[in-house]
């Protein structure tokens, strides 16, 4: 009978500890901003600047809205993530940007938010990548054939990204965070000169006291039903008075949002649709109502 | 030889002594069965048979312990045509209709070695057994043999190794004691990226009483923790070189971590009176008390986030171009094609960091997150299907005479299943906002539609919080059965038949924004009267042949997981929810001549009015959708064949067979609700004015081989066995999609006419097709998207034993049992269609073309290979 107590009291005692101790998994939580993000590094290897790639491949964008050319060698320069895709509104492109100049980085894929916030700083080799127009604009990326048979220039491949666009560091309080703060007299006066186009679309601005209708005079920023061929609709934000174009993608997060009534300050990346301006929201959070 | 026993009424419910080591086939059988009882790498619930005793069915006796891997089962029926008892008493899980045998019985194997077969027709004294047959499990203590039996087993299967003991006093003093429990582990299983941490323990203690009354008790538990795999598409395999390639699994921080961990835990008891009221009648009643957890992790994402899944579409090299087109003769990539497809090739063989989750980039996002004082992006949830149940069973047995026996029983169960997720982990971030990505989406972050649980509108979920959905589903079953069993010279005849009520009912424990009204609190009850009858003639010619003949017809209520169109938000049932018609009939010849003798069954059996639900996202509506087939119709047919030829004593050969077919005979009603909107159920198709319908006609029923054979040769001498088997697998079919089957979604034709006048049309097979008449409101004809059929299948078997008698009635037995010993890693057993369509739609200028996506669901289902070479070594030691 003790042999028998013994061999129940063993096992009981055994399995006891191993069902309250089987269970338990210990997954340590990485702390990935320390590596990534506690400091920026500064950027080494650079064979260039933002402001001399955007003038050197000047006659590639502005004469033409679907011209490219490949990179054959090392072309390496620094900048400053200052709007991405974070609420779907811009969709496969950050937007990158050193001093008073800015690029368009397309990217085949979705959710760059995450890997590219704002204030990331990145250096771009544009080996094996290509430098065009995008609409007038300059944008780093790869031609693709429209289902139309059309030549365009889209995004590098996603994972040709991770060597290309390399995460060195993030400064949320870097200088190329800060919107350019501007207005109807800037922008009406800009426009005037190509050069000025170039050298400020595209760019990260706010303006102060403006106006948003919805399309169609809608109450929210965008309805599914209204969007065109882009997956966008055209609402208008008003400046000074002035009509502008403020393209809203259907499919942003946000897109169903009400739109605030009144006057509002509004961050958006400027950008050109021909000769004109348009604005882009990055996110919801870029309208706030004004003081 | 005469060999054929005509059927004499006993008592003979005597179940196997599982610690009792007998002679030569016992022997043979206790030597072999630990490996079958406890392999988990199939099914759980086929395991359940593997070592069940078919004395008189030479079929399911060997079919059930040879095939499990192949995922056959007995006329390819769904396991939840299957009846498994425990002391008599149902344990189907009555929300599935499927038991899994695993979660209760892991590492159990010496509590659960004491199983009777159970077949449809024949008589039992347990209980009313289902159309698939079945088996009880005899978990009385004073079945376990005294003694002890310390168990050490090696494999490289689902675990790595398990120790067992067990103890049992036998009777004394009217006492019996039991006790077994054991551990099994794997740090990484044979797949790479899971893992399995299990114990178990089993106690029993049986009091007899007297010769008349006995009452015994038995608590099972078992915790687990097993990470899981995945299947995936051919390409993911090809670009991972290898086809155990598992992408539920990816580093943290330097250790491998899996997106999907299985929790189960089922504490359970039984508590069985035995009443023998004299030699011939006896009453046995069962309460059975289950708690069971099951949960599963998964990682979940706010919106615009990454899909975090590793074989996600949007990563495959196939996404940039249509491959397959340009393979079979359509256009060629261009150069920058090319070259994408190639980074994104080169990027999944660079490394295997870059084809596995990426933990720390989840964390990195974050922790960025939460520095901005937002929330998780990613987090991992546990979604749980609890349940807490009685079971009780009272079951009859008089025998009046050599010729005629009654039984009648009584079954109850009260089940209160919890439907809920829980946060388990929010990846280093602080809180999440409970509302529906999708929705939000549609209506916009701060509309009532986006809020999960309008009650704590965008309540912020912490670990271990219960978000998302929360919801019981309560489930009530009683059924009266009978069987009457009467022999008379070369005949017996058996008539078996019940009568069953279940009431369904969900409770909504969460006000949802999509569905205010109808998502919290009770649903109401719906109520099935159901039941059957089934007869079975047994003619004896003589000692050598026998036949029987059998049918039945069978009411059955739907099972709950099937009764509501979209149970995780609202309480609407699926229209016209009603019994399930079975009518089933087979013949059987069994012969014994000299030293051969076999078994050859013909079977038929047609199910109507069944219901199937598929849960998916409709990427065209982009909402998480249900599709509710009803109506539908089966039929299975087929041979099955058993053959042995003993040699001597010592030397026999078997072959078994089974050839069948198992198709929808109908084309099924549809009804499809978007989970993440307000809008009803649909189940009409508005362009052509008609029933919504799916092309089910001629499907096969997935993934089950409607061939399988195999042949065997058994040797023993002094106390060694040897058992070599070869099985062959053929014309096993893929779970098709009933949404790419839709009317609605298949393309639609309009006839035409060749010179002759004739209609003509022509279809790609790999969509299917279907063809109405001018006025767009008749179904003329149709063509259904092709059914993939896996290549056919071979796998030899070995296993060797060795038992070992020592001084002082101490034994030893030694097994090795080889899988797959040819290494065949190109078998296909298991895969499914995805729901997603190759084509989207796009809306300009107010009208709508379809458009074709570069990356082709038709031509990547998700599938799973066959284990490759693996072993078991398992040392029992009694003492």
Known sequence: ?291 | MPFLSVPVLSMAQTPTDSLAGKENEDLESFVFSDYEIDDESTTSSQTATSLANYNDDAFLSKTNFRFGHSYYSPHNYDQMYRSNTINGANVNDVESGVFRFSSLFGGLSDASRNQQGLTVYEQNALNYVDIGGGSDVNVRASQFAAGNKATLSLTNRNYIGRVMFTHATGIRNGWAFALTGGVRYGEEGNMKGTYMKSASLFLGAERIFNKHHSLSLSLIAQPTDQATSSWTTEEAYWLANSHYYNPFWGWQNGKKRSSRVRKTFEPTAFLTWDWTLDDNTKLTTTNIFRYAKYGQTYINRTNNAADPRPDYYHYMPSSIFDIYGAMNGGTAPNDWEYYEWQNYVDYWQASEHNRQIDWDKMYMINQNSVKDGGEAVYFLEESHNDQLAWNFASTFDKIFNARNRLNVGLNLNHTTAMHYKTMADLLGANFHTDIDRFASSDYGMNSAEAQNDLDNPNKQIRKNDKFGYNYNILINKAQIWSSYTYTYDNLSLVFSGNVNGTTIERDGKMRSGRSPEHSKGRSGAAKFLSGGMKAQLGYTVNAHHRFHFSAGYEMRPPISNHAFLDPQIKNDYVPDLTNEQVFHADITYKFGVGKFNGQLRGYFTQFSNQVEQTQFFDDIEEKYSYLTMTGIQKRHYGGELALEYRFNSNLSADFVGAYGDAYYANNANAIIIYDNATTPANGWDQTHKMPLKVITKDMKVGCTPLTALSLGVKYNISNWFFEARGNYYDRSYIYFSPYLRLTDVMPNVNMTYNQMGEPQWDVNPMRGGVLYDETGQNIVDYVAKKQQKFDDAFMVDLSIGKFIRLNKGRTMSINLNLTNITNNTNMVLRGREENRSDYFDVEKYQKTTQKVKQYKFGYNPKIAYAYPFNAFLNVNYKF
């Open chain 1, 1 to 291: 009978m003790k042999k028998n107590i013994f061999y129940v009291l063993s096992v009981v005692a055994g399995l006891t500890f191993t069902l309250t101790s089987c269970n338990k998994f210990d997954y340590s939580e990485p702390d990935m901003l320390h590596d990534v993000y506690n400091s920026d590094t500064e950027a080494t290897g650079t064979t260039t600047t933002l402001a001399q790639v955007k003038e050197d491949y000047r006659v590639f964008v502005t004469e033409n809205q679907h011209r490219w050319q490949k990179v054959e060698e090392d072309v390496i320069f620094d900048g400053y993530v200052c709007a991405n895709d974070i609420s779907g509104n811009l969709y496969q492109a950050i937007y990158v940007r050193k001093g008073d100049d800015a690029i368009v980085v397309g990217i085949n894929d979705n959710s760059l938010w995450t890997t590219y916030p704002v204030g990331t700083h990145v250096v771009i080799n544009l080996k094996d990548l290509y430098v065009g127009s995008y609409g007038y604009m300059m944008k780093i990326g790869m031609p693709y054939t429209t289902s139309g048979g059309n030549a365009r220039l889209g995004g590098m491949p996603k994972f040709k990204a991770k060597d290309a666009v390399k995460v060195i560091g993030q400064d949320e309080t870097a200088p190329e965070t800060v919107p350019v703060e501007v207005n109807s007299q800037w922008l009406e006066a800009k426009k005037k000169d190509t050069n000025e186009m170039h050298q400020w679309s595209p760019m990260l601005v706010s303006v102060k006291n403006a106006t948003i209708k919805g399309y169609n005079g809608r109450a929210v920023y965008a309805v599914y039903e209204d969007r065109d061929a882009g997956n966008g609709v055209n609402d208008v934000i008003t400046v000074d008075g002035k009509n502008y174009t403020l393209r809203q993608s259907a499919l942003a997060s946000f897109s169903a949002d009400t739109i605030p009534t009144g006057p509002v300050d509004v961050i958006a990346v400027l950008t050109r649709y021909g000769n004109d301006w348009q604005f882009s929201l990055r996110e919801a959070k870029d309208v706030i109502p004004a003081e």
